[in-house]
């Protein structure tokens, strides 16, 4: 069984920035992909950013040139790197990783980020 650990919501100041972590565990076999997600209250869960087996990334037009994501292939991790945040978006963030042969998709519990003044 796969588990997904995330970390490193809170609270920040508008220009401010936060970093964000994923950790998985379990037994994952074979080609994944890892990214990030984020729900606002009332709104659907929105793509934030991912990333591939070979570094390719992907991001929302929102948050590009603003998130950067990444990981760690050692210990199947990811991290987004969150500059210049802004009040929209305040969100919870979920972590996300998808199992490319069994199209098994598992999701994290959810850290909050709140950006306010």
């Known amino acids: 069984q796969v588990q997904l650990v995330e970390s490193g919501g809170g609270l920040v100041q508008p220009g401010g920035s936060l970093r964000l972590s994923c950790a998985a565990s379990g037994n994952i076999f074979g080609a994944y992909v890892m990214g990030w997600y984020r729900q606002a209250p009332g709104k659907q869960r929105e793509l934030v950013a991912t990333?591939?087996?070979?570094?390719?990334?992907n991001y929302a037009d929102s948050v590009k040139g603003r998130f950067t994501i990444s990981r760690d292939r050692v210990k199947i991790a990811t991290y987004l790197q969150m500059n210049s945040l802004k009040p929209e978006d305040t969100a919870v963030y979920y972590c996300?990783?998808?199992?490319?042969?069994?199209?098994?998709?598992?999701w994290g519990q959810g850290t909050q980020v709140t950006v306010s003044s």
């Open positions: 990333i591939s087996r070979y570094d390719s990334t």
């Open positions: 996300n990783l998808l199992v490319l042969l069994t199209s098994s998709n598992y």
